[in-house]
Structures are given as structure tokens and as C-alpha cells.
């Protein structure tokens, strides 16, 4: 059993930047793909970013695009999320997620299988 705790959420200005962290334990960080999640009230749950097990390849949103930028250091078990050029619609509970790895790249929602408890970014105007 994987456990995920993120860190690194805050308030920031529009326009600046935060880098999340996401520290695994309880299992080999390097079977999973690991994935960043955000959720506002009402809204479904949305793929900002995910990285595959090995690093080598990454998937952004349309929104993350050019701004958020996701990394992970395996002989640390922990990924990070850099955000920069933060909007206020950027304000959402975020979530890190890790899918077992199968080869492709989990992007679904449904194919992550743990998740950490989120942490809390608001961007003010």
C-alpha cells in the first residue's frame, strides 16, 4: 500500500509560483506512473499532469501547458510539481496520484489507484 503526502500549497499572487511536493512510502516508487490532480467545489476531479515510472515522459493539460512543469526523483521517492505564472482559476485542492505502471502512461482518473490527501492552493487577484 502506497501512501502520498503532498506539501507545498499556499496563497500566492497572480502571476507567481509554488512547487508542490509528493513523497511516497510503503511501496517502490519506481512501479508507479504518478499523476497531479485539482479539484474546486462542484467540479469534477481533473488531470493537471503525470509523469510515467521512469520519467521519460510526461502529459500536461491544455491549462498546465508551458506553465507547470512535473518531475520526480525516484532515489527519493518524491515528485514535484513546479507552477509558474499562476491564475486565479488555478485555485483548486491538489492532489498527487500513482497508478501501477503498465507501460503506457496512466491518464485516466480511474487508473490511479492511491491517493494523498491534497493540499490547498488559492491565487489571488
Known amino acids: 500500500q502506497v501512501q502520498l503526502v503532498e506539501s507545498g500549497g499556499g496563497l500566492v499572487q497572480a502571476g507567481g509560483s509554488l512547487r508542490l511536493s509528493c513523497v511516497a512510502s510503503?511501496?517502490?516508487?519506481?512501479?508507479?506512473?504518478i499523476g497531479w490532480f485539482r479539484q474546486t467545489p462542484g467540479k469534477e476531479r481533473e488531470l493537471v499532469a503525470a509523469?510515467?515510472?521512469?520519467?521519460?515522459?510526461?502529459h500536461y493539460a491544455d491549462f498546465a501547458e508551458g506553465r507547470f512543469t512535473v518531475t520526480r526523483d525516484n532515489t527519493k521517492n518524491t515528485q514535484y510539481l513546479q507552477m509558474n505564472d499562476l491564475k486565479p482559476e488555478d485555485t483548486a485542492v491538489y492532489y498527487c496520484?500513482?497508478?501501477?505502471?503498465?507501460?503506457?502512461?496512466?491518464?485516466?482518473?480511474?487508473?490511479?489507484?492511491?491517493w494523498g490527501q491534497g493540499t490547498q492552493v488559492t491565487v489571488s487577484s
Open positions: 496520484a500513482a497508478a501501477w505502471a503498465t507501460g503506457n502512461l496512466a491518464l485516466a482518473l480511474s487508473k490511479y489507484q492511491f
Open positions: 510503503g511501496g517502490d516508487f519506481k512501479m508507479y506512473d
Open positions: 509523469i510515467f515510472w521512469s520519467g521519460y515522459d510526461t
